[in-house]
C-alpha cells in the first residue's frame, strides 16, 4: 500500500494525530517481541504517571535491531522532515506495557517540559506502535483530537473533554504532535497491552533520553549514520552539540581519544588540576 504523506500530514495539522495501519509486517512484529521478551516481566512503574501496573523498557534503540529499522522508517521520517527541521534527533524509545487492572494514565502531551507558551510550532513528533491491538478495553491510548491547537488552558479543557480510545491492530501505529493531550486508557481486560513508543524532537531541544550515554559506543558504533546523529553525534548549526570544538561522531572512530584527556597528558596537567 502506497504511503500518502500528504493525506497523513493534513490529519496531523487538522486533528493532532494519524494512523499508519500497515506500519509492521507480521515477521517484524515477531521480531519485536523476540526482543522484548528478554525484558519484560521483571518490574512495574514507580510512580502513578508510570503506572504502577505497566512495565517500561527504555533505550530500545540499544536493545535490538529490529529497533534501528523502526526509528528510521521512512514513512515516519518523512512526516518528521513535514514538521521539524532538518537533523531532527530521537527524543525517547521505549516499550509499554499496561497490565491488566491498570488504571488511567493522566492527560499530558509528550512535549511538556519544553516551556515555550501553548499553541506553538511542532517541537516534537510521537509515535505509538502496538504490538498487541489496541481498544478501549485494554488500555488503548486516549487522545483528544485537536487538542494539540489549545492555548495553556489545556488541563482544563482535557477535563472538560470525552477522549477518544485510537483502536487499532497490531501491527499499526499512531503517529501525533508533541503538543496533543492524551493518557495510556484503563485496562480492563484479563491480558496486558504491549506497545512501543519513538519520539523525535527539533534539532536544537534537549532529549528525553540521554542517549549518547545510555547507549553503550560498541552498539552506537554499528549503527546506520542517520541513526547515529539521531542519537546526538549530530551538530546543528552552527556549532551546537560540538565536541570540544570536534564534530561527536569522532567519538565512535576507532582509537579515539578524549580530546581534554590528551591535552592534559601532553601538558603534563592533571584532570582536575
Not at 527504555?58 to 522508517?73: E, S
Not at 534539532?203 to 550515554?213: D, G, H, K, T
Request: glycine share 8%.
Amino acid at each position: 500500500m502506497a504511503f500518502e504523506l500528504e493525506a497523513h500530514a493534513r490529519a496531523i495539522e487538522r486533528d493532532g494525530y494519524t494512523i499508519i495501519r500497515d506500519f509492521m509486517d507480521a515477521a517484524r512484529l515477531a521480531e519485536v517481541r523476540r526482543v522484548l521478551g528478554f525484558y519484560l516481566g521483571t518490574h512495574s512503574g514507580r510512580n502513578p504517571f508510570e503506572g504502577h501496573r505497566t512495565e517500561r523498557v527504555y533505550t530500545l534503540v540499544a536493545r535490538g535491531k529490529v529497533f534501528w529499522d523502526i526509528a528510521l522508517d521512512a514513512r515516519v521520517l518523512a512526516l518528521c522532515d513535514r514538521f521539524l527541521l532538518p537533523g531532527c534527533l530521537l527524543t525517547a524509545s521505549q516499550a509499554i506495557c499496561i497490565r491488566p487492572g491498570e488504571q488511567p494514565q493522566a492527560f499530558h502531551h509528550d512535549d511538556t517540559f519544553y516551556t515555550v507558551p501553548r499553541p506553538r510550532p511542532m517541537i516534537s513528533l510521537s509515535t505509538i506502535a502496538a504490538v498487541d491491538r489496541f481498544s478501549a478495553e485494554n488500555g488503548g491510548t486516549e487522545i483528544l483530537p485537536g487538542s494539540h491547537l489549545w492555548g495553556g488552558d489545556w488541563s482544563s479543557r482535557a477535563a472538560a473533554s470525552k477522549p477518544v480510545t485510537v483502536d487499532m491492530p497490531a501491527g499499526a501505529c499512531v503517529v501525533f504532535s508533541g503538543a496533543l493531550v492524551h493518557r495510556g486508557g484503563a485496562n480492563r481486560s484479563a491480558l496486558p497491552r504491549l506497545a512501543f513508543s519513538n519520539q523525535y524532537c527539533q534539532p536544537w531541544a534537549r532529549q528525553q533520553e540521554n542517549f549518547m550515554l545510555g547507549v553503550p559506543p560498541e552498539v552506537a558504533r554499528q549503527m546506520p549514520e542517520r541513526l547515529q546523529q539521531m542519537l546526538g553525534y549530530s551538530i546543528y548549526p552552527p556549532f551546537m552539540g560540538q565536541l570540544t570544538a570536534s564534530h561527536p561522531l569522532k567519538a565512535l572512530e576507532a582509537g579515539f581519544a578524549n580530546p581534554v584527556r590528551a591535552q592534559a597528558a601532553a601538558a603534563g596537567a592533571r584532570l582536575p588540576e
